[in-house]
C-alpha cells in the first residue's frame, strides 16, 4: 500500500532514470504506509493457572512488550507494569471464560487448562496453550473434549479416577519451551 499525494494520485510522476535524479523529494514519490499491527495479547484464565506460570508470562511481558491480561473472579495481585493487568469478574460457573473469548481477538493467545474455553477460543481464530505446555489444536480438540466428557460419566457413576499428576519442572520447562516457539513465529520483538 503506498500513500500519494492528497487525492490518491501519485504526484510529479515516476522518477527519472538518470542517476542524478535518484534524489526526487519525498512528495514525488509514493510512500509505503506501514499497516498498524494489531500486537498479540496473552489471556490467562487465572483461577487455576500456577503461580509458576504466570511468573513466566510476567517476565514476557516486559522481555517483549505484550499485554497479557489475567482474568479470574477473585482479586489478583499482578507485579506493577504497564504490560501485565488483572480483570476481576463476577463469580460464577464459566463467567472468566465468556470474558476471555468476548474480548480475544483473531491470533491472541490464551493460557487455559479449561478444554471448553480452549474450544472456543479455536472457534474464534486464537491460539490455546495448557499450563503444562501443550497446545490445543483443531486436530486433536474433538478428542479432548471427548475424553473430558467420558471422564464426567466415570466420576458420575462413582469411579475414582485420580486427578492429573502434580505440576513439576518439567511442566514448566516444557510451557516455556513452547510459549517461546510461539512467540518467536507470531510476534516481533521489539
Given at each position: 500500500m503506498?500513500?500519494?499525494g492528497?487525492?490518491g494520485?501519485?504526484?510529479?510522476g515516476?522518477p527519472?532514470r538518470r542517476?542524478?535524479?535518484?534524489?526526487?523529494?519525498?512528495?514525488?514519490?509514493c510512500?509505503?504506509?506501514k499497516?498498524?499491527l494489531?500486537?498479540?495479547?496473552?489471556?490467562v484464565?487465572a483461577d487455576a493457572?500456577p503461580?509458576?506460570?504466570k511468573?513466566?508470562?510476567y517476565?514476557?511481558?516486559?522481555r517483549?512488550?505484550?499485554?497479557?491480561?489475567l482474568?479470574?473472579?477473585?482479586l489478583?495481585?499482578v507485579?506493577?507494569?504497564?504490560f501485565v493487568r488483572?480483570v476481576?469478574?463476577?463469580s460464577?460457573a464459566?463467567?472468566?471464560?465468556?470474558?476471555?473469548?468476548?474480548?480475544?481477538h483473531p491470533?491472541d493467545?490464551?493460557?487455559t487448562?479449561?478444554?471448553?474455553?480452549a474450544?472456543?477460543?479455536?472457534?474464534k481464530g486464537?491460539f490455546?496453550?495448557n499450563?503444562?505446555?501443550?497446545?490445543?489444536t483443531?486436530?486433536?480438540?474433538a478428542?479432548?473434549?471427548?475424553m473430558?466428557k467420558?471422564?464426567d460419566e466415570?466420576?458420575?457413576?462413582?469411579?475414582d479416577t485420580?486427578?492429573p499428576?502434580?505440576?513439576?519442572?518439567?511442566?514448566?520447562q516444557?510451557?516455556?519451551?513452547?510459549?517461546?516457539?510461539?512467540?518467536?513465529?507470531?510476534?516481533?520483538?521489539p
Amino acid at each position: 500500500m503506498f500513500q500519494c499525494g492528497a487525492n490518491g494520485v501519485r504526484q510529479g510522476g515516476a522518477p527519472r532514470r538518470r542517476a542524478k535524479a535518484r534524489r526526487y523529494t519525498a512528495r514525488t514519490r509514493c510512500q509505503p504506509v506501514k499497516k498498524e499491527l494489531k500486537m498479540m495479547q496473552i489471556w490467562v484464565d487465572a483461577d487455576a493457572c500456577p503461580v509458576v506460570i504466570k511468573d513466566i508470562l510476567y517476565r514476557v511481558a516486559e522481555r517483549l512488550q505484550l499485554n497479557v491480561t489475567l482474568v479470574a473472579n477473585q482479586l489478583m495481585r499482578v507485579p506493577p507494569s504497564r504490560f501485565v493487568r488483572a480483570v476481576q469478574v463476577p463469580s460464577g460457573a464459566d463467567v472468566a471464560d465468556a470474558e476471555i473469548v468476548r474480548l480475544l481477538h483473531p491470533g491472541d493467545l490464551v493460557v487455559t487448562g479449561d478444554i471448553p474455553l480452549a474450544a472456543d477460543v479455536l472457534l474464534k481464530g486464537g491460539f490455546a496453550l495448557n499450563p503444562r505446555g501443550e497446545f490445543y489444536t483443531n486436530d486433536n480438540i474433538a478428542q479432548m473434549l471427548t475424553m473430558r466428557k467420558f471422564m464426567d460419566e466415570l466420576r458420575g457413576s462413582g469411579v475414582d479416577t485420580g486427578g492429573p499428576a502434580p505440576f513439576g519442572q518439567a511442566d514448566r520447562q516444557n510451557f516455556a519451551n513452547q510459549l517461546d516457539r510461539h512467540l518467536a513465529r507470531h510476534v516481533k520483538r521489539p
